[in-house]
T-cell receptor, first 115, second 113 residues
Framework: DTEVTQTPKHLVMGMTNKKSLKCEQH?????MYWYKQKAKKPPELMFV???????INESVPSRFSPECPNSSLLNLHLHALQPEDSALYLC??????????????FGPGTRLTVT | AQSVAQPEDQVNVAEGNPLTVKCTYS??????LFWYVQYPNRGLQFLLK??????LVKGSYGFEAEFNKSQTSFHLKKPSALVSDSALYFC???????????FGKGNQVVVIP
């Protein structure tokens, strides 16, 4: 099973709202990722968790707050977003074998619209 | 730093004809190379990878890719394109020991019936 699940599929939120995106994998992967993707563009890396510790933050604004409660779950907490944050948010996971990573498996994404 | 170039914006091919999507990379040391496909409003699907070994790599849905170290290329190929292959294709490179996957800009493939 190479499935990564994400909820919700769609989310519309106002600029003062607080919401969370959720991601889950049961492949025993130890690296998990959040990406932001605009239409017809490649995904942009936001955060990497390796062995449940934040290892990479690509200078993402603090209105995005990641959390990794356990090795299977990854959350992205959203607060006070801007309209330009509207995008497809993708979660991915990989084996993450102590600094060596292989292919990443992506979830279907959450389509976020900020009004 | 690692980078990937996909020189074409769109690739048009007639159904049944061979499909080629080009990719060149730049990375220090030996790379991990990947191809992903994305259908509209979907996440990225892993197609194939080159880690080591044979330069010709076979992947999902009849796709294959050839690793050429001297030309730093990893072109994606399919002998006979299907209309259902119409999608956005991304080449990506990973430097060994690094969790940052560098994507190319993507190629829109349009297979014409």
């Amino acid at each position: 099973d190479t499935e990564v699940t994400q909820t919700p599929k769609h989310l519309v939120m106002g600029m003062t709202n607080k919401k969370s995106l959720k991601c889950e994998q049961h492949m025993g992967h130890r690296a998990m990722y959040w990406y932001k993707q605009k239409a017809k563009k490649p995904p942009e890396l936001m955060f990497v968790y390796s062995y449940e510790k934040l290892s990479i933050n690509e200078s993402v604004p603090s209105r995005f707050s990641p959390e990794c409660p356990n090795s299977s779950l990854l959350n992205l907490h959203l607060h006070a977003l801007q309209p330009e944050d509207s995008a497809l948010y993708l979660c991915a996971s990989s084996q993450g074998d102590r600094g060596l990573s292989y292919e990443q498996y992506f979830g279907p994404g959450t389509r976020l619209t900020v009004t | 730093a690692q980078s990937v170039a996909q020189p074409e914006d769109q690739v048009n091919v007639a159904e049944g004809n061979p499909l080629t999507v080009k990719c060149t990379y730049s990375v220090s040391g030996n790379p991990y190379l990947f191809w992903y496909v994305q259908y509209p409003n979907r996440g990225l699907q892993f197609l194939l990878k080159y880690i080591t070994g044979d330069n010709l790599v076979k992947g999902s849905y009849g796709f294959e890719a050839e690793f050429n170290k001297s030309q730093t290329s990893f072109h994606l190929k399919k002998p006979s394109a299907l209309v259902s292959d119409s999608a956005l294709y991304f080449c990506a490179v990973l430097r060994r020991g690094n969790n940052r996957l560098a994507f190319g800009k993507g190629n829109q493939v349009v297979v014409i019936p």
